[in-house]
């Protein structure tokens, strides 16, 4: 297993301090937390990604917390897949091709 996490669902109001703290409960060490932030609006996306020391501390972190409220939302914990390889793009452009 990963040690980094995806949690989806977050308030708008939750920060990388509190989102650390809640991780860290039970003895669980997280490495890094960031909430990911809109380019145009400078404002979070509603999601981040939690880095945590290790997989067992993963494992832990997914099992108490997936479900769990936060500041009246309801999470989402699971283990984070990997950016799929390859430039975006779209497609091949399409200008003269038949």
């Known amino acids: 297993m990963a040690t980094k996490l995806y949690v989806v669902n ?3 109001s939750t920060t ?8 860290e409960g ?9 909430i990911v ?3 145009d609006t400078n404002r979070p996306r509603g999601f981040a990604f ?3 020391a290790t997989p067992e501390d993963s494992q832990k972190a997914i099992d108490a917390l997936n479900g769990r ?3 009246g939302r309801t999470l989402t914990v699971s283990e984070a897949r990997p950016k799929p ?10 200008y003269g091709r038949r």
């Open 37 to 39: 932030m809109d380019r």
């Open 69 to 71: 409220e936060l500041e």
């Open 10 to 12: 977050l308030s708008f």
């Open 26 to 34: 039970d003895g669980r060490r997280v490495d890094e937390v960031a």
């Open 85 to 94: 390889s390859g430039g975006g793009g779209g497609g091949g452009g399409g």
């Open 16 to 23: 990388e301090d509190s989102l650390r703290k809640l991780f």
């Open 50 to 52: 939690v880095q945590m």
